[in-house]
Every structure is written in structure tokens, then in C-alpha cells.
């Protein structure tokens, strides 16, 4: 049982160039998010998909797109990056608790990327 | 809305002593709260959580927290450490978008250093 898993687990880009990280979880959850973490700043939302066929924004969506590929894959796209979008990138999975809040998310080992 | 603030970003503390992390969150309407706690270059993995029930609620690695709804606050508390606790602690609240997906709200994280 591999929870979540994230690949790659370092990149560094051009500025302008694009890149997908790849996300895969396999306990079945409908649920799944992509983080990013910066100093200081905690984990902030990128996007994160409900169910799969749905997508919606977090916190700091711009420069970002995703794509839920199918219940177990969730896909983070950088289609021109950017300095400012070097961090740790973390992905997770959950299920609902009920009244339409989360239960536990559990993360993947996180991608570190820099744009130079 | 919701938000979370974790009062200290670093507690230091001798091996064997007492901590308490503190957390407080606002909210206009009930909560689920979590604790995760983020080892070097890991992820982020869950320490324990607060759906319902008993206010006290006990973790792993022998940490546990209170709920305390009227002070609005989740600290978290180990009556002695060691210095494998060394990392990155994460308040984190769980949330409604319109009653529909729910996210989580991180603390900006307490980086908890244990010295020999």
C-alpha cells in the first residue's frame, strides 16, 4: 500500500519553460488537493478536486492548471513558470467526515522545485 | 471564514521537558481540527484530530490536545520529549465551500526543536 505518491521528486526549470507533476493515490478517496509550502507561510491551496470529473480553486491558483486524470491521479501543470512559483509542492488524498468537511488528508513526499 | 494562528513559530526545549504548541482558530459555525507534524524533507503525516466527542484527544507518538471551544483553541501538549520531536507542527481547521468539498486551513507551523 503506497498511499500517495508524487513524482518528481526535484526539478528545476527555465523560466518559461512548463512542466506537470504527476500525483497518484490508491485508497480509493474521492478527494484529492494540490499544496504548495513556502517559509513561514504554511501550506496554501492550489487546487483540489472533489470527486473525479470536477476541479476547483484553492487559495493561489494563478499560474496553475490540474487535471484529475481518473479517481486515482491528479495532475498540477506550470505551463510558463516563474521564479515565484519555486517551493515544495504536496499532494493529497481524503475522504469526506460528513457536512461536506474533510477527514484526514494524507500527503505525498513532495516535489522541490525551483525556477531559476 | 475560517483561519488558524499558531502563536509561536519556534519553541525550543530540553529533552525530557514539557511542551505545549498552541493553536487557535476563528470560526463562525463547527470545525474539525488537526495536528500534523512535518519531519526534514518529508511530508506532512497526521499526529491526531478533533471530529466530535471527548474534547481531549490523544495522538501518536504521545502527544495529545484539548478542544476548547469557548476559548476557540486546539493546543497541542507531550509531557516529555525526546529528540526524535524534533520538526514542523501544523494546526491545520477543516472548512465548507458552500456546503459542498471541504479543505483545510493551515497554521503557518511551530518548528519545535528539541536540545540534549
Known amino acids: 500500500n503506497a498511499g500517495v505518491t508524487q513524482t518528481p521528486k526535484f526539478q528545476v526549470l527555465k523560466t518559461g519553460q512548463s512542466m506537470t507533476l504527476q500525483c497518484a493515490q490508491d485508497m480509493n478517496h474521492n478527494s484529492m488537493y494540490w499544496y504548495r509550502q513556502d517559509p513561514g507561510m504554511g501550506l496554501r491551496l492550489i487546487y483540489y478536486s472533489a470527486s473525479e470529473g470536477t476541479t476547483d480553486k484553492g487559495e493561489v491558483p494563478n499560474g496553475y492548471n490540474v487535471s484529475r486524470l481518473n479517481k486515482r491521479e491528479f495532475s498540477l501543470r506550470l505551463e510558463s513558470a516563474a521564479p515565484s512559483q519555486t517551493s515544495v509542492y504536496f499532494c493529497a488524498s481524503s475522504a469526506l467526515a460528513g457536512e461536506g468537511r474533510t477527514d484526514t488528508q494524507y500527503f505525498g513526499p513532495g516535489t522541490r522545485l525551483t525556477v531559476l | 471564514a475560517q483561519s488558524v494562528t499558531q502563536l509561536d513559530s519556534q519553541v525550543p526545549v530540553f529533552e525530557e521537558a514539557p511542551v505545549e504548541l498552541r493553536c487557535n482558530y476563528s470560526s463562525s459555525v463547527s470545525v474539525y481540527l488537526f495536528w500534523y507534524v512535518q519531519y526534514p524533507n518529508q511530508g506532512l503525516q497526521l499526529l491526531l484530530k478533533y471530529l466530535s466527542g471527548s474534547t481531549l484527544v490523544k495522538g501518536i507518538n504521545g502527544f495529545e490536545a484539548e478542544f476548547n471551544k469557548s476559548q476557540t483553541s486546539f493546543h497541542l501538549r507531550k509531557p516529555s520529549v525526546h529528540i526524535s520531536d524534533t520538526a514542523e507542527y501544523f494546526c491545520?481547521?477543516?472548512?465548507?465551500?458552500?456546503?459542498?468539498?471541504?479543505?483545510?486551513?493551515f497554521g503557518k507551523g511551530t518548528k519545535l526543536s528539541v536540545k540534549p
Open positions: 491545520a481547521v477543516s472548512r465548507t465551500y458552500g456546503g459542498s468539498q471541504g479543505n483545510l486551513i
